[in-house]
């Protein structure tokens, strides 16, 4: 899901976006986007190649973002020698140049080298005292 939203951005920012697809959807009190919610912003550039990792190991999902990207791109008269042909690789290396477009964008705003933004919905601490007890420091 999120390689889809990380696709659907990159093709917002190419001026490729598809029409909508989803039904539009009331707002929810307690969703986010209310007062207090909290819009924060993470460095994640310690963890972006295992973030990165983690993403391309979802080779049904990137091989399904890659498709319609490289048909837009076709019809647009803009192919990409990235996806001359659809495979394993050119999934993967098209998710990871997507990532790091989000994230350096992400990050640019915020004054990081790469970033990731979150919606916290409500007031208090964004990750609650209990789930810290248990946690264990990366190495």
Known sequence: MLALRLAFALLILSGLA???RTAWRRYRPGRG???PA???ALD???TFNRKVAALQALETANQRYA???KQ???LAGTPRPLLREINRE???ALLRASVEELGETIGKKHGFRCGEQF???GGGDPVPPHVGERAKPLR
């Open 18 to 20: 598809p029409a909508q």
């Open 33 to 35: 986007g209310q007062n």
């Open 38 to 40: 909290r819009f924060e």
């Open 44 to 46: 994640i550039g310690s």
């Open 67 to 69: 498709v319609p990207v």
């Open 72 to 74: 837009r791109l076709d």
């Open 90 to 92: 050119s999934g993967r």
């Open 119 to 121: 919606n916290f919905p």
